[in-house]
């Protein structure tokens, strides 16, 4: 009922910048929280951002703290998330989630198809 794309991802070097997007279809009014996962070759999904539709609340993982910045764009159902300073740790599919409960990692609910990151050293 919700659809999510993303949409960004390409190769940048260490040190570079990236900013990705993630566009809401369908149902967007039942969305409570919308998030940021990706998950590196060989590991496991780790959550990474994430922020309330009302309020703009943001919470992030203490790896992107500083580096990255999640924002949203309700009028457009968009969120984004701005990268920094990145690190070749960095790789990974970058998945983007919206979640109807709220923020903890088991509370998504859509899940778009991924957007791979590489940071090449």
């Known amino acids: 009922q919700v659809q999510l794309v993303e949409s960004g991802g390409r190769l940048v070097q260490a040190g570079g910048s990236l900013r990705l997007s993630c566009a809401a279809s369908g149902r967007t009014f039942s969305i409570y929280a919308m998030g940021w996962f990706r998950q590196g070759p060989g590991k496991e999904r780790e959550f990474v951002t994430a922020?309330?539709?009302?309020?703009?609340?943001?919470y992030y993982a203490d790896s992107v703290k500083g580096r990255f910045t999640i924002s949203r764009d309700n009028a457009k159902n968009t969120v984004y998330l701005q990268m920094s300073s990145l690190k070749p740790e960095d790789t990974a599919v970058y998945y983007c989630?919206?979640?109807?409960?709220?923020?903890?990692?088991?509370?998504?609910?859509?899940w778009g198809q991924g957007t791979q990151v590489t940071v090449s050293s």
């Open positions: 989630a919206a979640s109807r409960r709220g923020l903890y990692a088991g509370d998504y609910d859509y």
């Open positions: 922020i309330t539709l009302i309020g703009g609340s943001t």
